[in-house]
């Protein structure tokens, strides 16, 4: 056994007085000391399923109740459809609203092949922002570009810029 | 046995001078115990004395003399004392073995039978056995294995009766394993929770803590050890008590792990599980838990007003199993509800 048992005097082989080189023995005596243990209680845990089992412990408190335990742990139970952290988002609100106002970690979220029609349409409607190193890099740029596509834009859609004159 | 000296010692008399004879005079005068006893010997045997007298029998009343008693007798007449001083192998009172109950040294228990070695010896022990059986056909010879301390080959005369030498690559000898049978399924042995608390050193009220909140959770009493030598880096000087250690074994190792497992490690944040290069190579698994981890314990938290909430000490628990080599263990304490995480190393 690996574990250190504690020795007790009474086992203990007296390597000392076979030790000491003096002229006659000495052999003192040795306190034997009562073994201290903390008192123990027994106590019932109750599971959160309700499983429940007695054990030995220092805790005074005769029922023990857990919410948060190995039965409804994800780490224990991979394959529980229950205990995944899935959001609900059953109209795509917080999808959409990620697709808008999503930055870094929360604009990658993969597009989940089960979606619905309307879903799809939902995702056309609204633009593509552009992500965050290409608001980065693009930063000088960007008004050239407008320029040069109104300027284009002009000669050939009039009554567009029109229209948007009266909008606003 | 006089005699026999007299009649040897005579004609030395005759032939010595004074100072002889003076000399032999003395050792007439010693005295033999062995001599003197033999005239003090009974010549009755104790085997022949009669049997007590008509009336010592009929007068004898055990009963009715204790009824006659008005006050009991101390317990110290009723029962066995053993003796509080070891004084040695040689000493003609000894006390009892420590598996006596007489004994001051005994420990009372088991108590219970814990859960988690039911399930063992029901469910994990056959599993283990069956998962770690490997078939060998009948005929089969096993290959020849190279020797494991090798001689010393050579020409020289100086291998001659040299001792053997150690293994290539390292000077560990590592334990061997051997197919598992009924006989050697890997069980655990113990556990081992330690914490060396490093303010300790100038506060010795962290160790009292560290003391307390261990024997809380384990239910056996701590130890505390002192620094073997200083190391100037950490502050540290020789001497100096910094780390507590318990040690559970059977029934409380069973309850403090099936603890861990069902209630207290489900509840730390981002635990992923054991790492998977854990282990001593012999069969030993580590994992640590951080303080905030150590505070979920139910024992703790019960009252957990008791304990000043900066010196919850954090603590490395050290699961011993039988297991020879690290790849056992790992079965064993998966089967029992220990996660691993990351590369498994052998």
């Keep these: 056994m690996a574990t250190k048992t504690p020795l007790r005097p009474s086992l203990q082989r007296e390597y000392s007085s076979i030790l000491i080189q003096s002229s006659h023995q000495i052999r003192r005596a040795t306190l034997l000391?009562?073994?201290?243990?903390?008192?123990?209680f027994t106590q019932l845990i109750t599971l959160s399923d309700g499983s429940s089992f007695l054990h030995r412990t220092t805790s005074p408190i005769p029922v023990y109740r857990s919410t948060k335990d190995i039965k409804n742990s994800p780490l224990w139970n991979p394959s529980s459809k229950k205990l995944l952290n899935v959001e609900e988002d059953e109209a795509g609100r917080l999808r959409a609203f990620r697709a808008r106002f999503g930055r870094g970690w929360d604009a990658e979220t993969p597009v989940e092949a089960e979606e619905t029609s309307e879903d799809r349409k939902e995702e056309s409607k609204t633009e593509p922002e552009d992500s965050l190193m290409d608001l980065i890099t693009g930063y000088g740029q960007k008004p050239q570009k407008i320029k040069a596509a109104s300027s284009s834009k002009k000669g050939t859609a009039d009554g567009a810029g029109k229209a948007k004159g009266g909008k606003k | 046995m006089v005699l026999y000296e007299l009649r040897t010692g005579a004609p030395a008399i005759l032939r010595r001078d004074a100072q002889a004879l003076f000399q032999s005079t003395r050792t007439c005068c010693r005295r033999y115990a062995s001599s003197t006893a033999t005239e003090e010997l009974e010549q009755t045997s104790s085997f022949s004395t009669p049997d007590p007298s008509e009336d010592i029998i009929k007068n004898y009343d055990p009963i009715a003399r204790s009824r006659k008693r008005s006050v009991q007798l101390p317990p110290s007449r009723y029962q066995f004392r053993p003796p509080k001083y070891y004084r040695g192998p040689l000493h003609p009172h000894q006390p009892p073995h420590p598996s006596d109950p007489s004994s001051r040294e005994f420990i009372?228990?088991?108590?219970?039978?814990?859960?988690?070695?039911?399930?063992?010896?029901?469910?994990?022990?056959?599993?283990?056995?069956?998962?770690t059986y490997t078939h060998f056909p009948p005929g089969y010879r096993a290959p020849e294995k190279s020797e494991r301390l090798r001689t010393w080959r050579g020409d020289s005369p100086y291998f001659k009766n040299r001792p053997l030498r150690g293994p290539r690559g390292g000077d560990a000898l590592r334990l061997l394993r051997k197919p598992i049978t009924f006989r050697n399924i890997p069980r655990i042995t113990g556990v081992t929770i330690h914490s060396m608390v490093k303010e300790a050193k100038e506060d010795s009220a962290y160790l009292h803590v560290a003391g307390m909140v261990m024997q809380a959770i384990s239910n056996v009493k701590v130890k505390t050890h002192v620094a073997k030598s200083s190391v100037a880096q950490w502050g540290l000087r020789e001497g100096k008590y910094i780390s507590a250690t318990a040690h559970l074994k059977q029934e409380d190792a069973f309850h403090f792990l099936s603890k861990c497992v069902d209630v207290v490690l489900p509840r730390i944040k981002d635990w992923k599980g054991l790492k998977g290069s854990t282990g001593d190579s012999s069969g030993n698994l580590n994992f640590g838990l951080t303080p905030e981890a150590v505070a979920l314990f139910p024992e703790i938290e019960i009252n957990y007003d008791m304990y000043p909430p900066k010196m919850i000490p954090g603590c490395n628990i050290i699961i011993h199993t039988t297991a020879r080599t690290d790849r056992d263990a790992r079965l064993l304490i998966r089967a029992i509800g220990f996660p691993f995480y990351g590369k498994l190393v052998d």
């Excluded at chain 2, 009372?108 to 998962?131: C, H, K, N, V, W």
């Design chain 1, 33 to 40: 000391r009562r073994p201290k243990r903390p008192y123990t």
């Design chain 2, 108 to 131: 009372p228990g088991p108590f219970t039978l814990p859960r988690l070695e039911q399930t063992y010896e029901s469910t994990i022990a056959p599993d283990l056995m069956t998962l």
